[in-house]
């Protein structure tokens, strides 16, 4: 369930994190989840299917974006930017921007986008998940986007394994040297809230991660 809190703003279940009050409810898991596929799809893949108009760097207009869906999908006609707003603020992976009236998705795009204005990764240690068949492909020729427009990193261990896991269920983590990368003036730009983005990064970079961190860091998880 999506809600707010009339002290803490909005959140996510049955009542507030902070004072354990119901809020005002906002929408059902089951609209959340509609709303965030329709989202998804339309600020990283396809636009056009609900007639708006995108600039270079994956804005939209969110008047106009509210707009499209309450007319396009079917028992949305309540929809307000006030919504929209309340799923980007509570959202666990930072997936979108909201800014001067406009909206856009910060990762995950198979259109081209330009997202050079994302900050800089602060941090200097990335993660990727590979399967066997992967791993060497991988150390030989670096990692090059593939089915999205950029390479997606994690920033741990812990959530490189999360995100392998849907492909593969042992997945062998690469470690990538940001530092030296960073230092050889490759931009990895920070995405989400465990989500990091870049165009590539050669293999001289990256390195296979011991079993024994991803077993122990599985271990944690539990």
């Known amino acids: 369930m999506l809600a707010e809190c009339e002290e803490h703003g909005y959140y996510r279940g049955e009542s507030c994190p902070v004072c354990n009050r119901k809020g005002k409810f906002l929408m059902s898991d089951k609209e959340l989840d509609s709303l965030g596929r329709i989202m998804a799809g339309t ?8 007639g708006l108009m995108m600039d270079g760097r994956g804005w939209v207009d969110i008047s106009s974006f509210v707009k499209a869906i309450g007319i396009s999908r079917s028992g949305f006609h309540w929809l307000r930017t006030k919504h929209i707003e309340a799923i980007v603020l509570t959202d666990p992976r930072g997936r979108y921007q909201i800014d001067g009236g406009m909206i856009r998705a910060t990762y995950g795009h198979t259109i081209d986008v330009n997202l050079d204005d994302l900050p800089l990764a602060e941090i200097n240690e990335f993660y990727y998940p590979v399967t066997e068949e992967e791993v060497d492909i991988i150390l030989e020729g670096g990692l090059h986007p593939t089915d999205r427009r950029k390479v997606h990193l994690s920033g741990s ?4 394994i999360e995100a392998g896991k849907t492909r593969t269920e042992k997945p062998i983590i690469l470690r990538i040297d940001g530092k030296a990368a960073k230092k050889d003036n490759i931009k990895i730009y920070h995405a989400g809230k465990d989500v990091y983005i870049t165009d590539g990064i050669d ?18 998880n539990k």
């Open 43 to 50: 600020l990283r893949h396809f636009p056009e299917k609900l």
């Open 157 to 160: 261990i812990e959530k490189a």
């Open 203 to 220: 293999p001289k970079y990256i390195s296979r991660v011991d079993e024994s961190k991803i077993n122990e860091s599985e271990e944690k």
